[in-house]
């Protein structure tokens, strides 16, 4: 897009909030969640592997390059070449905040998300209770948890806040946390059903959700690109951002008694995202804020991760490595960061990550563009690109401390556009924090 229309696009679309901000308020941002497995679960259910060869047509949402199979992108004067040794059967690198896609590999290719997938669980469900609500486990709500399912140790007729799941939900993964919730929710097929709804609304088309926690299951699949709406749709949210950044926390254990008095004993929870926390061989990232890993049978290893450096904020989402070797999903996700941050700015990109539909004109439905871009620069009424900017919120318990962004969807007079914050930085309290 040429100077003058970025101007005049950005010029249309501040006006626009000026003018209904006389009428209307913003809707307050909401949360959001996902959760991993540190290391690939025993048996998960019986969902055929996926074919080792992209297929030769896949969706064009965001872009028809992004439809393409093999790597996309432009390598003009002065961009870097793509890290070596990329094995991820799928991969995207994108700018959070603009929607830019950098560069993407088979990016709606169709695969088992694990449970990156509670990404979207959480940006289905995190808004619908406060964090204080307290809920009774019941037998029923721990019923149908898949076999060799992570779980963060969730007690039948113990309490728990809700606070307390989605921390579950988050550093440890737990199904078992997901279920809870979901029982809250009017139970799993409710969720399922709210989960793909939300998915449509995002324009995550290539997303089938048949279990709410990720687990294998015939059917269920996702796309990287997918994955990425996820999360970026998610980070609109504080509370999401401040579970998906946490590190560690305090979890509620059992309840007991001792010399007369009831106690509830409790244990520390760390987050399995690697990147986050570090491993054996594996520096914390600079810049990491979350968001959200898996490992199943039948997925392999998947992570979305967003990191900030020199004031650009940037999305990679990585789908089962072919190498197998420890960490190998972090390990290829920190060098598309390396490069995202080498390149953004300089490299063109090769297509967008999508508004929400409710937030597109009619003339602006996926391939309506003259491009064949969801969403794309022919009018000023949805755009991806961010217009305003906020300041820090605080973590969990003092150590989930995120994105500094209250970003939303603001309903206009004159139709509905979707401004993503433009200003997503990292309190100086998260580039602080001690490296495990």
Do not use: C
């Not at 620069?377 to 305003?388: N, Y």
């Amino acid at each position: 897009m040429s100077a003058p229309k970025k101007t005049a696009r950005r010029s249309l679309l501040v006006t626009s909030v000026a003018l209904s901000s006389l009428a209307l308020t913003a809707v307050p941002a909401l949360p959001a969640v996902a959760a991993p497995k540190p290391s690939p679960s025993p048996s998960e259910s019986p969902s055929p592997s996926p074919s080792a060869t992209p297929p030769a047509t896949m969706s064009s949402v965001g872009g028809a390059r992004l439809g393409q199979a093999g790597p996309q992108v432009d390598l003009a004067s002065g961009v870097p070449v793509l890290p070596k040794d990329l094995t991820a059967r799928s991969w995207i690198v994108a700018d959070a905040e603009s929607g830019d896609v950098l560069a993407a590999n088979n990016a709606h290719w169709r695969l088992p998300p694990a449970s990156t997938l509670k990404m979207l669980f959480a940006d289905t469900v995190l808004p619908k209770f406060p964090k204080t609500e307290k809920h009774k486990v019941l037998p029923s709500d721990l019923a149908g948890i898949g076999a060799g399912s992570s779980m963060v140790g969730i007690k039948e007729g113990e309490t728990y806040t809700v606070h307390d799941l989605w921390l579950g939900v988050f550093l440890r993964s737990g199904n078992d946390a997901v279920h809870v919730l979901s029982a809250m929710n009017d139970g799993v097929d409710t969720t399922v059903k709210e989960m793909n709804a939300h998915a449509e609304e995002l324009q995550a088309l290539d997303t089938h959700v048949v279990s709410p926690d990720g687990y294998d299951a015939p059917g269920q699949v996702s796309s990287a690109y997918d994955l990425t709406l996820f999360a970026r749709s998610g980070l609109q949210k504080k509370d999401f951002r401040e579970y998906s950044s946490t590190v560690r926390a305090k979890f509620p254990g059992k309840t007991s008694k001792k010399k007369g008095k009831t106690v509830r004993e409790s244990f520390e929870i760390q987050n399995t995202n690697r990147l986050l926390t570090g491993d054996s061989g594996l520096s914390v990232y600079p810049g990491i804020a979350g968001v959200k890993n898996g490992n199943t049978t039948n997925a392999g290893a998947t992570f979305t991760g967003v990191a900030e450096r020199g004031g650009k904020v940037l999305l990679v989402t990585i789908m089962n490595p072919a190498k197998d070797e420890h960490n190998e999903v972090y390990k290829e996700t920190a060098k598309l960061f390396d490069w995202g941050f080498k390149a953004a700015g300089k490299v063109r990109p090769v297509g967008e990550l999508v508004p929400p539909r409710s937030a597109v004109q009619p003339s602006a439905q996926p391939g309506s563009t003259p491009s064949g871009e969801a969403g794309g620069a022919g009018t000023g009424g949805a755009s991806s690109k961010p217009v305003a900017s906020s300041t820090a919120g605080t973590g969990s318990g003092g150590m989930g401390i995120a994105f500094a962004i209250t970003g939303g969807v603001l309903v206009l007079l004159a139709g509905a556009a979707f401004l993503v914050n433009r200003r997503w930085p990292l309190p100086d309290l998260v580039r602080r924090r001690p490296r495990p």
